[in-house]
């Protein structure tokens, strides 16, 4: 197992930022690749960003290219996102995963590791 606490979400303005934070306990967190996922209720989760173990490689879902930088600390074992220039849209509960395998990524049964989330809310 590897636990995964997200933390940093919460309730912006449009035009506002957030940073998550995906904090890994446990096992060596630079072994595994990392990804940020949202949902909102009654939808499917989506992926929104994903980054190597080694930081050396990052995708973004199209809806938030310009806007969310994903990074890793891996001496402290987290991963951030940064979200910039948020819209209401944005407004979901934010998940990180974790997996050791290069599956793709992309999608959540890429992953085997997740955290309970963090619900952001970005008001018009």
């Known amino acids: 197992q590897v636990p995964l606490v997200e933390s940093g979400g919460g309730l912006v303005q449009a035009g506002g930022s957030l940073r998550l934070s995906c904090a890994a306990s446990?096992?060596?967190?630079?072994?595994?690749?990392t990804g940020w996922f949202r949902q909102v209720s009654g939808k499917e989760r989506e992926g929104v960003s994903w980054i190597s173990s080694s930081s050396d490689s990052t995708k973004y879902a199209d809806f938030v290219k310009g806007r969310f930088t994903i990074s890793r600390d891996n001496a402290r074992n987290t991963v951030y996102l940064q979200m910039n220039s948020l819209k209401p849209e944005d407004t979901a509960v934010y998940y990180c995963?974790?997996?050791?395998?290069?599956?793709?990524?992309?999608?959540?049964?890429?992953?085997?590791?997740w955290g309970q989330g963090t619900q952001v809310t970005v008001s018009s």
């Open positions: 446990g096992r060596a967190f630079n072994s595994f690749f």
């Open positions: 995963a974790a997996t050791l395998l290069d599956n793709g990524l992309k999608y959540p049964q890429d992953y085997d590791y």
